[in-house]
């Protein structure tokens, strides 16, 4: 009976509705960028669209109702400010539509050849703020010197506030799956992302573990306070962070911040199931006979002059039998201590190896803030080998897989997603999207080699999360490899990419990331053979 009513199958169609406008509203990169090149038409569209799609308290615009967006940004380009301004009946939208012209002006020029070639005269280049541009507009025009921020204004008040729902949604999605807070969680913080976001990984570690940021008489945030059990209304979370080594070069005093919030948090006189940091310190103490200030070291990076974790390099080249060892790399890498102990003393990448393993064994959850549509989880390796290394480095020391989360702070709402949920989107929105595919394939051998880089970043995913659908390597086959067009234009473009694009599947069968038929692989082994010839001259 068609129409009879289905609770259970509504939902299930809900659902599915729900996913489906996710991808197709999926802010995705169409192409490369090319130095010197401003944006094109269709792009400047879809630019606006998200810009006027967030308030922007900073510029006094509130976002234009979704269901307006469409026609309000035609008519304003169309006919301009006033125009679009009663079209929609109200006045209150006109400072939106003032920044949209600021931003429409900006995005016509472009100054970026002109000041590579200043530059390299030795000439001097304006600064302008490093961020995304949907985040902030101001960083139009580009071209300019991208400069960094004080990090004694870490976190910002604004990053601060937006950062408490996030930290509630992260613990909220554990808690609904396990039924109970997670004790320990890991999070990977870059520099990159706090100069744009003003600190807002910085903020959610803060938020995690219960305290909030004091401002001194020279306005510098030198200190925390604990947030009271009783208004945060949950345990305080213990967090172990890693952090890359341009944070820790950007933002030395943010370090010692977050090494300082670990420590007060530590010595509360609090019940220790509400208090997991002070429980965790103790029981090593305890467990380990170590002192206090050995126990309760939380911030780890590179030795002082390195930089990343190498987990890439070792996935790219395959150059590894076990993936315990791709963690035990993450480990040696990242395992140097910065921070204070109680006499004052600065340890500056202190190496730390056993209170790292000590750390990590008690994670439960690791997760890392994404807070751009430019670079997802499989547009750069860097993704993989923070979070993707420190989860599998959890994985044998807390003898359990822990639960990977990322968030999406730039969304209307605060997403909370799992990683296995962001690398299918992230594989619909783009590696599989004819709109993504093709838009890289207008840049020719590039466009091929970002195809091939995608997939072996999603490759990366299986290597050190297992969080990757068999589904997804299939349809890659399909698309590019199985589909003799397409391979007919991989191969003319750029052959070594599609090879390598053929070996990497084979790979991913290989280490067990990819159960397909017999058939499937033997057809792959050809096409791989012949690409092969075709590089070495024999066809
Ligand atoms: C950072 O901004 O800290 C960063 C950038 C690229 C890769 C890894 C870290
Ligand atoms: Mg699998």
Known sequence: MPNSPNPDRDAKVFALYEQLVEIEQRLIPTGLHVFGRPSSAGEKTDLLKMIASFDRPEAGAKAIPEELLDDAVHVFQENGVDAAVNFLGAEETRPVFTLLETVTTKLQTNNEIDSLVRALRGEFIEPGPGADIIQNPDILPTGRNTHAINPYGVPSAAAFARSEAVANSLL??????????????????????????????????????????????????????????????????????????????????????????????????????????????????????????????????????????????????????????????????????????????????????????????????????????????????????????????????????PAIYLSDSLSREVKIRSLEETVRLETRAKTLNPKWYEGMLKHGFRGVAEIENH?????????????????????????????????????????????????????????????????????????SRDLEDQLEGVI
């Open 172 to 401: 909220d999605r554990y808690k609904n799956e396990n039924g109970r807070y997670p004790e320990a969680m890991a999070l990977v913080l870059w520099g990159l992302d706090n100069i744009k976001t003003q600190g807002e990984g910085v903020a959610q570690a803060l938020w995690l573990l219960g305290t909030r940021p004091v401002r001194d008489a020279l306005n510098r945030t030198t200190t925390v306070e604990a947030i009271p059990l009783a208004d945060l209304g949950r345990p305080r979370i213990d967090v172990v962070m890693t952090v890359s080594g341009i944070f820790r070069d950007l933002f030395s005093p943010t370090v010692q911040l977050l090494d300082k919030a670990v420590r007060l948090v530590a010595q509360l006189d609090e019940p220790l199931e509400l208090n997991y940091v002070r429980k965790h310190v103790l029981q090593q103490v305890e467990e380990t006979r170590c002192d206090l200030d050995d126990a309760a070291v939380r911030v780890f990076s590179n030795a002082p002059g390195n930089y990343g974790t190498n987990v890439n390099f070792m996935v790219m080249d395959s150059q590894w039998d076990r993936e315990e060892t791709l963690g035990d790399l993450f480990v040696t890498r990242k395992c140097f201590a910065y921070g204070r102990d109680s006499k004052g003393r600065a340890f500056e990448g202190r190496e730390a190896r056993v209170a790292m393993d000590q750390a990590l064994s008690r994670v439960e959850a690791t997760y890392q803030n994404i807070d751009t549509f430019e670079i997802g989880l499989t547009d750069v390796d860097h993704y993989f080998e923070y979070l993707g290394g420190v989860s599998k480095a959890v994985e044998k020391r807390a003898k359990a897989r």
């Open 455 to 527: 997939v072996s970043n999603t490759f990366g995913w299986s290597a050190t999360a297992d969080a990757v659908d068999d589904w997804v390597y299939t349809e890659v086959a399909n698309t590019f490899l199985f589909d003799e067009q397409m391979l007919e234009r991989l191969r003319d473009l750029n052959p070594h990419s599609a090879h390598s694009l053929a070996q990497r599947l084979l790979e991913a069968n290989g280490r067990g990331y990819w159960e397909v038929d017999a058939s499937v692989l033997d057809k792959l082994r050809e096409i």
